[in-house]
């Protein structure tokens, strides 16, 4: 743990630093390359991030800060079907398929969301599961978006692709913070992107985004090609 904040200050300090006219936020992440080789089982990547403030903000400011970052894997159309049994065998029945779907979506934070801001703030942002927009391909029922939108989420998590962390963010200062993102041996290739908001009191303060690339190599990227 020692080497991982020492690692968070090196990086945080070769960051180029702003004037900001209240919060501001900078992070940066351990790789901007994860390579899946035969043998990759999975991996973490570490984002860090400072929340920096001008002398008024310093001043006036006495509460803390809270987290959240969010990671959005490539987009691809996904089909989620409902399982109807015909003549003894179930068969795949009624489906609605979405549009433009993240294939990995994270959400971590240092306090659970509804702790940080009001749900309108979240659903603006997309932050969180419940506020995640899937956009279907033909027109569906309240009811029937629902229990699609339901059954997909539910898939993605049995497949440790989507998920909510509300304790990954640690502040080790208060204003520097660390956050590990973990990656599952059955991540998409492509490009990956990271946003990171900072609230106070509710309310959002700054934000941020930064991403990374996932690529196949060696004799892995010949048998995907």
Do not use: C
Request: charged share 20%; aromatic share 10%.
């Amino acid at each position: 743990m020692r080497f991982v904040h020492a690692l968070a200050f090196a990086l945080l300090a070769a960051l180029p630093v702003h004037s900001a006219h209240a919060e501001a936020v900078i992070a940066a992440l351990s790789s901007k390359r994860v390579e899946i080789r035969s043998n990759f089982v999975g991996t973490e990547l570490v984002l860090f991030g400072t929340i920096e403030r001008d002398a008024a903000t310093v001043g006036r400011r006495s509460a803390g800060y809270d987290v959240v970052v969010v990671i959005e894997g490539p987009a691809r159309d996904m089909t989620v079907w409902r399982k109807e049994r015909a003549g003894g065998i179930w068969l795949n029945g009624t489906g609605v398929e979405f549009r433009n779907t993240p294939s990995y979506y994270a959400v971590l934070s240092n306090r659970p969301l509804a702790d940080l801001s009001s749900p309108q703030a979240l659903r603006r942002q997309q932050i969180g599961l419940d506020n995640l927009k899937l956009d279907p391909v033909d027109e569906a029922t309240p009811a029937e978006l629902a229990e699609f939108r339901g059954a997909l989420i539910r898939r993605q998590q049995r497949a440790n692709l989507f998920f909510e962390h509300p304790e990954a963010v640690q502040m080790l200062t208060p204003s520097m913070f660390m956050a590990q993102i973990p990656l599952p041996a059955n991540i998409r290739t492509g490009g990956y992107r990271a946003r990171v908001y900072v609230f106070g009191d509710g309310a959002m303060l700054a934000s941020a985004r930064l991403g990374f690339w996932v690529v196949k190599t060696d004799f892995e990227a010949a048998i995907y090609d």
